[in-house]
């Protein structure tokens, strides 16, 4: 006798109330059942049931180990899951949801390198609002840290810390006043995300804030953003993760450089279950990896 298959015939008689009818659901003897059973109580040093010539019923300590009999055998389900699963190659939708700047900016490499490691996955990457909340109609919500999800409902875990710095380009540096402190900026347009324009500020390393009061262009859309800053209609706030190929050009270029954002942190929440898909796990691990080579 072992613990599991103790543990299996106590709760299928919990189910089914019969030795009978527990045994024939185990495919076994009503003998074999309530040896079972015995030996279980035996080892507890507990008596599990009442038991009366028409049905079989929990006892008080009973009741108590149900929940740990349950916990046994979940656990061991997860197992065997995780053991068959490393054996498989993971297939079907992946549905990840992330704003267009993290979309396109932070996750595309990573998906387009988890894609060719793994040919049978297909990913549907669905548009976030920024500040928006994860929802359970994705496999992984890709955002900033959000402390007000529900975590009755779904898992998280940090994929990167990252801070913001203010960028400007070439053409406005020469065109407006020099710039050399904090105060300066009051005198200088922003562009904004309908996220920091509703927010009407950033908090900064410090732990003071900065007011966006003096801005001429919003949108959610990253590359327009990105563009009208190019063009030197005004600076930015975005983390250098963002914009590493204009650093690289020289289309933009960093200002007052010891000035940062407080540190964000860019998680990945996914529905809470017992068990994570394998295409989930595998592209959360990929990601992380990816993430912590920048």
Same mark, same amino acid.
């Given at each position: 006798?072992?613990?599991?298959?103790?543990?299996?015939?106590?709760?299928?008689?919990?189910?089914?109330?019969?030795?009978?009818?527990?045994?024939?659901?185990?495919?076994?003897?009503?003998?074999?059942?309530?040896?079972?059973?015995?030996?279980?109580?035996?080892?507890?040093?507990?008596?599990?049931?009442?038991?009366?010539?028409?049905?079989?019923?929990?006892?008080?300590?009973?009741?108590?180990?149900?929940?740990?009999?349950?916990?046994?055998?979940?656990?061991?389900?997860?197992?065997?899951?995780?053991?068959?699963?490393?054996?498989?190659?993971?297939?079907?939708?992946?549905?990840?949801?992330?704003?267009?700047?993290?979309?396109?900016?932070?996750?595309?490499?990573?998906?387009?390198?988890?894609?060719?490691?793994?040919?049978?996955?297909?990913?549907?990457?669905?548009?976030?609002?920024?500040?928006?909340?994860?929802?359970?109609?994705?496999?992984?919500?890709?955002?900033?840290?959000?402390?007000?999800?529900?975590?009755?409902?779904?898992?998280?875990?940090? &994929?990167?810390?990252?801070?913001? @710095? !203010?960028? #400007?380009?070439?053409?406005?540096?020469?065109?407006? =006043? $020099?710039?050399?402190? /904090?105060?300066?900026?009051?005198?200088?347009?922003?562009?904004?995300?309908?996220?920091?324009?509703?927010?009407?500020?950033?908090?900064?390393?410090?732990?003071?804030?900065?007011?966006?009061?003096?801005?001429?262009?919003?949108?959610?859309?990253?590359?327009?953003?990105?563009?009208?800053?190019?063009?030197?209609?005004?600076?930015?706030?975005?983390?250098?993760?963002?914009?590493?190929?204009?650093?690289?050009?020289?289309?933009?270029?960093?200002?007052?450089?010891? &000035?940062?954002?407080?540190?964000? @942190? !860019?998680? #990945?929440?996914?529905?809470?279950?017992?068990?994570? =898909? $394998?295409?989930?796990? /595998?592209?959360?691990?990929?990601?992380?990896?990816?993430?912590?080579?920048?």
């Amino acid at each position: 006798m072992d613990w599991l298959t103790a543990t299996r015939s106590f709760t299928a008689l919990v189910e089914h109330k019969s030795f009978t009818v527990a045994a024939e659901h185990l495919e076994i003897s009503a003998s074999a059942m309530s040896k079972r059973i015995d030996w279980l109580e035996k080892q507890l040093g507990l008596s599990l049931f009442t038991r009366t010539t028409r049905q079989v019923n929990l006892t008080e300590e009973g009741h108590s180990f149900l929940p740990k009999a349950n916990a046994l055998l979940s656990q061991f389900e997860i197992m065997i899951n995780h053991s068959h699963e490393s054996t498989k190659v993971p297939t079907g939708t992946l549905k990840i949801a992330a704003t267009l700047a993290v979309g396109s900016r932070v996750l595309l490499p990573h998906i387009r390198q988890f894609l060719s490691l793994y040919p049978q996955v297909n990913v549907q990457l669905n548009v976030l609002n920024p500040g928006a909340l994860p929802d359970l109609q994705n496999d992984l919500v890709i955002t900033r840290q959000n402390d007000e999800f529900d975590s009755l409902a779904h898992k998280g875990t940090r &994929l990167l810390n990252y801070q913001m @710095q !203010l960028f #400007a380009s070439p053409h406005y540096i020469d065109k407006h =006043p $020099l710039i050399k402190n /904090l105060q300066d900026l009051q005198a200088h347009k922003m562009l904004l995300s309908n996220y920091y324009q509703k927010k009407g500020h950033i908090e900064l390393s410090d732990g003071t804030r900065f007011l966006f009061q003096n801005y001429n262009f919003v949108s959610d859309n990253l590359d327009s953003i990105l563009e009208a800053a190019i063009q030197g209609m005004g600076l930015i706030f975005i983390s250098p993760t963002y914009i590493s190929k204009q650093l690289d050009e020289g289309s933009l270029v960093p200002l007052l450089p010891s &000035l940062h954002s407080a540190t964000k @942190q !860019l998680w #990945a929440y996914y529905p809470k279950s017992t068990f994570v =898909p $394998l295409k989930t796990r /595998l592209f959360i691990d990929h990601i992380k990896e990816g993430l912590t080579a920048l």
